[in-house]
């Protein structure tokens, strides 16, 4: 192996270790699970929080009472995938202080091995049994079965699908969605929906407005569930850059001494060299020689040059022995997630992401841009659960540079930038949330978590309150899905046009039945939110400043007008620029310019005051100008002029159609 380079990171955050996330009350609820059976009696229910947080046990607890307590009859759990279905095997819960156990006969198991299509007869015969209450399968077997089943067998019972992010409001696109629609519609069936990566990649929501309304949302967020762990102090989420082949350059970031995940890129991506057996093979050698594979579980033990230590690799990759596989998957499952020393590498493409249960994973490392902020969170999540010896979890994207020699120029630009965006979005994840408020005329009082902004405006409305509180990252995770607010992000755009012109369009496209006066409001909490989340906060005395625009200001000072100039998403680009060579950062630059947004009428209308104020102060914009702003301003100015003759030249048209 070769020295070990430490990864650029984007986020670095350290957590208080208070023990309050994995504490247990006197039914064995963690806190995340206490908010959840707060809710039980509701009929629709959205559980979102992170991995690790206790949702499979969160659900039992609010089944067992659906079917003891509310007239129940049966209890559903669908899963994306058979893995995953040993998550919600029979629990003891009563040990625990809870008044009775979950379980699940093996006949009712439907994520044992067999196709899910011919799991549909077991289906229907439990849902036939008056005897039988809970049974588990994989999202597709529910989707077979349904195609033999009307709305109403669903009458009695409590569906709950993990993972639910799977599920998307186009019903046209999305078996799953559509089955859910008519479910709600047909029966008087009870939902409990969980996930712990409410985005989709593809950026259609998962329900849509008139649907989501109808569930009761329970939000546990990232930084209550970290800051509450017993170990883990410290996460970084950052990038490694390099030329060439990554099986070349992924020594430099591959710490032998880390329990690590790795995640190596799709065949279809521009990292892969589309031989994905070879390429695993590459990542042995680097590793060292191979001294032994195990028979019975098929992990490979390679003896490592430096320390003449062995490693014990999992490869998830081959899938040409489907049983050698199974075996090592099985392994995976029942030995190592208890084991520290079962195993200490894991080689995989598309497995070993939700539902996947290592805790003690420490670095995940993953090759090429993901395109889903989904399977970023899921990454993610694979190590961040909290275990003994554990202080510190990292997430490395190993990301191909451009090559101006190449033609993907483009394209690697983009996937750069994306990938800059996704660790921008759980930079905010992450983050300690805060409550605002607007900060009246002789108002000094701080509380704690509660930051006042003069010129701020409040949530006036219920709906607005409900997505500031259990949507903002959603909608941050849409913000930063758009191709035009990605350029954005990069600095190409100025932070006023950014903040008060892209922001609002994509809320209106978001959330339609909201109103100007309710869009602003939003507008300013997705900005503020994200400048203060993305602001270095300094403790002086007995009063806090936060870096803005590269100044310190007193928080006690701030106001909208100040925020609104800051752009709060450039200091990723910034921090790109510092890890790339100055070849590679014109490439992207060049990249950038090349592929502007079109100018719009909003923009335009919004620019013309400070394209006036700048005139005044510096004379008329510079269209060749290396200033973005200056030139972003010039170009505004040529396309209203385009416009003005436009519009005369249509004018001076119908006077001669009238005259003629």
Request: aromatic share 8%; net charge negative.
């Amino acid at each position: 192996m070769n020295a070990i380079k430490k990864p650029v990171n984007i986020v670095d955050v350290t957590y208080a270790r208070t023990k309050a996330s994995v504490n247990t009350d006197s039914m064995g609820m963690r806190e995340m699970q206490q908010r959840v059976f707060a809710k039980r009696d509701s009929q629709h229910l959205l559980v979102k929080a992170p991995p690790a947080s206790g949702k499979s046990r969160a659900l039992m607890f609010v089944a067992l009472d659906k079917l003891y307590n509310q007239g129940r009859k049966k209890v559903i759990v669908a899963v994306p995938e058979r893995s995953i279905g040993a998550s919600f095997s029979s629990t003891n819960l009563t040990k625990f202080g809870f008044f009775t156990d979950w379980e699940v006969k093996d006949r009712h198991n439907l994520c044992d091995p067999g196709s899910s299509q011919g799991k549909v007869g077991a289906f229907i015969e439990f849902l036939n049994d008056s005897s039988a209450t809970t049974l588990v399968c994989t999202h597709a077997t529910l989707r077979f079965a349904f195609e033999k089943l009307a709305p109403e067998a669903f009458d009695g019972t409590v569906l709950a699908i993990d993972e639910f992010h799977h599920v998307s409001a186009d019903i046209e696109a999305n078996r799953l969605g559509a089955l859910l629609r008519e479910v709600m519609n047909g029966s008087d069936v009870h939902i409990v929906a969980m996930t712990g990566s409410y985005f989709r990649g593809d950026s259609v929501p998962v329900l849509s407005a008139e649907e989501e309304a109808r569930f009761t949302p329970v939000t546990f967020n990232y930084y209550d569930q970290l800051n509450g762990y017993e170990y883990l102090h410290s996460l970084g989420i950052g990038h490694h850059f390099y030329q060439g082949r990554y099986t070349d350059a992924i020594g430099e970031v591959f710490d032998l001494d880390k329990k690590t995940i790795v995640h190596i890129p799709n065949v279809n991506s521009g990292e892969s060299t589309k031989d994905k057996i070879e390429e695993v093979g590459f990542i042995i050698d680097s590793i060292g020689v191979v001294d032994h594979v195990d028979p019975d579980t098929g992990i490979i033990a390679i003896r490592r040059p430096d320390t003449g230590q062995l490693v014990r690799v999992a490869d998830l990759v081959d899938d040409t022995d489907q049983k050698k596989r199974a075996d090592t998957l099985h392994y995976l499952s029942t030995v190592a997630s208890k084991d520290r020393d079962a195993v200490d590498v894991i080689l995989a493409l598309g497995m070993a992401k939700e539902g996947f249960d290592w805790p003690f994973a420490e670095h995940a490392l993953t090759v090429g841009y993901r395109a889903s902020l989904t399977e970023v969170v899921q990454i993610i999540g694979r190590v961040t659960r909290d275990s003994p010896g554990k202080e510190h979890a990292q997430f490395t994207n190993l990301i191909a540079e451009p090559d101006a020699s190449q033609g993907e120029v483009k394209v690697s630009v983009n996937n750069m930038l994306k990938a800059i965006t996704a660790s921008l979005l759980m930079e905010q994840v992450l983050a300690q949330n805060f409550t605002f408020k607007t900060k009246r005329t002789g108002d000094d009082t701080q509380a704690p978590g509660v930051i006042k902004i003069k010129g701020f405006k409040e949530p006036s409305t219920e709906r607005v309150k409900q997505i500031v509180e259990t949507d903002l990252n959603d909608l941050k995770a849409t913000i930063l899905q758009d191709d035009t607010f990605t350029k954005a992000a990069a600095g190409s755009i100025d932070a006023e046009t950014t903040n008060k012109v892209l922001i609002p369009k994509i809320i209106r496209e978001r959330y339609p039945d909201l109103d100007e006066s309710q869009i602003e409001e939003l507008r300013q909490q997705v900005v503020v939110d994200s400048v203060i989340k993305n602001g270095e906060v300094r403790q002086v005395g007995d009063k806090r400043f936060i870096k803005m625009a590269e100044k310190f200001v007193n928080i006690d000072d701030i106001n909208i007008n100040l925020i609104d100039s800051v752009n709060p998403f450039q200091r990723a680009f910034e921090v790109l620029s510092k890890s790339v060579t100055p070849s590679v950062l014109r490439i992207i630059q060049d990249s950038i310019t090349a592929t502007r947004l079109e100018i719009t009428e909003d923009e335009a209308v919004a620019a013309w005051p400070k394209i006036q104020q700048w005139a005044k102060l510096n004379g008329r914009p510079n269209v060749r100008s290396e200033d973005p702003t200056e030139k972003r301003y010039a170009e505004i100015l040529l396309w209203l002029q385009r416009q003005k003759q436009q519009r005369a030249a249509e004018a001076r048209a119908n006077e001669m159609a009238d005259e003629a």
